[in-house]
């Protein structure tokens, strides 16, 4: 990370600088690096907070996640967290690719992934009651 001069030429040949420090130079930073979300996954259809792990996230106005087409804002937290809420319209039932960008333009390039899936339904719990104190193997019918 650091900062550069910008220089601009009409001819290839001859070079120009602008005399403003502020305007004439370029930051360029690390691109953001996810290695995680917590959770991994969650129900479709749901709204839900999804904390991301990685290295090299910077607080800024254009702190921004994406899950798969969605791009939503992003809470900075530290340098290798962030919390995005990922809005129950995001995603039908699958895997959609992770990204985090600080510019609001280039986004992390990791591979990581987050899954939507069906929702857990129970059907049925046996024993439905037991007695405190006691170990009990309890039965559960549902489906994902």
Same mark, same amino acid.
């Given at each position: ?5 910008? %220089? ?19 930051? *360029?930073?690390?691109? $953001? ?5 917590? $959770?991994?996954?969650? $129900? ?11 290295? *090299?996230? =910077? ?15 992003? %809470? *900075?937290?530290?340098?290798? !967290? &962030? ?8 995603? &039908?039932?699958?895997? +959609? ?7 609001? &333009? ?10 939507? +899936?069906? =929702?857990? !339904?129970? *059907? =049925? ?6 007695? %405190?104190?006691? %170990? ?6 549902? &489906?994902?």
């Amino acid at each position: 990370p650091g900062q550069t001069s910008v %220089e601009v030429s009409l001819d290839g040949q001859t070079y120009y600088q602008s005399n403003n420090t502020t305007t004439g130079m370029f930051t *360029y930073e690390h691109l $953001p690096s996810i290695q995680r979300t917590i $959770p991994a996954n969650a $129900p479709a259809g749901k709204a839900i907070n999804v904390t991301l792990i990685g290295n *090299y996230f =910077e607080d800024s106005s254009s702190f921004f996640c994406r899950f798969g087409t969605i791009i939503i804002p992003a %809470e *900075y937290r530290s340098t290798s !967290r &962030a919390l995005c809420r990922v809005p129950a319209s995001a995603a &039908a039932v699958g895997q +959609v690719s992770v990204g985090l960008t600080t510019n609001a &333009a280039d986004f992390s390039v990791d591979r990581v992934a987050f899954r939507f +899936v069906d =929702e857990a !339904r129970v *059907y =049925e719990v046996s024993p439905s009651f037991v007695q %405190e104190g006691l %170990e009990t193997v309890l039965y559960v019918r549902g &489906a994902n």
